[in-house]
């Protein structure tokens, strides 16, 4: 992987544990970095703009709306009514920009709770929800509960969900070179040992661009959502996967990332593989203890267990067991954290 910044800094929290995951979606950066993902913002926009016949006269919902851009693809699609909910104060400008762009008959914007605001009148209940929820991992961030209690509070029956179905992939990647210089560096800092800080930063996974030459096995769906059947506690998980080394190399890191699919009879569908077009997503890295010397063919297979912080719902706990089955066959065992 390339030597980058990941991207805008997840949320912190104080000593207190203070969520500052809203404040953190007010300043601009973060809203232009995403809109400047062509991949993401012109999915979304194709979706609904194919569509157009499903959201004529329709009352729309945006949960999360930011700066309202998907607020205004669903009122220029034809939407009747549409509410924008979003609790960071960007909430100002989106209120500007749609004035701007003239939606304001169009488009109601509120600031606070999606569970805590009160819908307008006329507006109880809406015929589709649109959310761009997914985090990194796509859980992490934990907004799709937010889009649930949605779901099961204000959209009609039979009502749509953009997008509603994602699933999630996983493979193992070759990556020497930037493991020694993110993890291995801690070990001798100067001639002084910081094993200390190597723990810590094992236990982070990273965020960052895979290159798609670095892959060296198949790819294996193993966590699908369908958003109108899904429930909350089923976004905590275990589950198996097996993949298969598909060239003689070194395998020293499990990469995760995330497919999304729109409704529609034009289905609108985007991927955050390694083998597509890069996204502000980018991809889960999860970095083994020990490299693995595969041959092709080898078989790496284990569990991946992963649910919301306890403490820190926000936060996304994720275990892997592995097993690998090859000249060297070993058992490993590794607990991570996003945050």
């Known amino acids: 992987m390339s030597e980058q910044n990941n991207g805008t800094a997840p949320p912190q929290k104080d000593d207190q544990g203070k969520d500052y995951y809203f404040d953190s979606y007010s300043h601009y950066g973060i809203h232009e970095e ?7 913002t012109t999915s979304y926009r194709d979706a ?6 499903m959201f004529k006269d329709k009352i729309v919902l945006d949960v999360g709306c930011g700066t309202g851009i998907l607020c205004m693809f669903a009122a220029s699609a034809g939407a009747k009514k549409v509410i924008g909910v979003d609790c960071s104060s960007i909430i100002i400008q989106a209120k500007q920009i749609v004035k701007e762009n003239g ?5 109601t914007l509120l600031s606070g709770k999606m569970e805590e605001i009160t819908m307008p009148e006329g507006c109880e209940k809406v015929d589709i929800i649109v959310s761009e929820w997914m985090g990194y991992f796509l859980l992490y961030e934990s907004m799709l509960n937010t889009v649930l209690w949605a779901r099961d509070n204000l959209l009609v029956p039979g009502g749509k969900i953009f997008p509603d179905k994602s699933t999630m992939h996983i493979c193992g990647i070759e990556d020497e070179s930037y493991k020694k210089a993110k993890i291995d560096f801690w070990e001798d800092v100067y ?4 094993q200390s800080v190597k723990k810590l930063a094992m236990i982070e996974p990273l965020v960052d661009v895979v290159d798609s030459k670095q892959v060296m096995t198949d790819c294996m769906r193993f966590f699908s959502i369908d958003l109108y059947t899904v429930k909350v506690e089923d976004l905590s998980f275990k589950r198996d996967f097996r993949i298969t080394a598909s060239r003689r190399d070194k395998l020293h890191a499990l990469v995760v990332y995330f497919d999304i699919e729109f409704p529609g009879h034009d289905k609108t569908t985007f991927s955050t593989s390694p083998h597509a077009k890069t996204t502000h997503w980018k ?16 078989v790496i297979s284990g569990t991946i267990t992963a649910a919301p912080n ?12 592995l097993n690998f089955a090859g000249k060297k066959p070993c058992t490993l065992d590794q607990d991570f954290r996003l945050r």
């Open 34 to 40: 995403m809109l400047k993902d062509k991949v993401r």
């Open 48 to 53: 609904i703009y194919h569509n157009k016949h």
């Open 103 to 107: 939606f304001e008959d169009k488009i």
């Open 191 to 194: 001639g002084y040992s910081f």
């Open 283 to 298: 991809q889960t890295v999860f970095y083994t203890t020990k490299a693995l010397a595969c041959t092709r063919g080898d």
């Open 310 to 321: 306890q403490n820190n719902h926000r936060d996304f706990d994720i275990s892997i067991n």
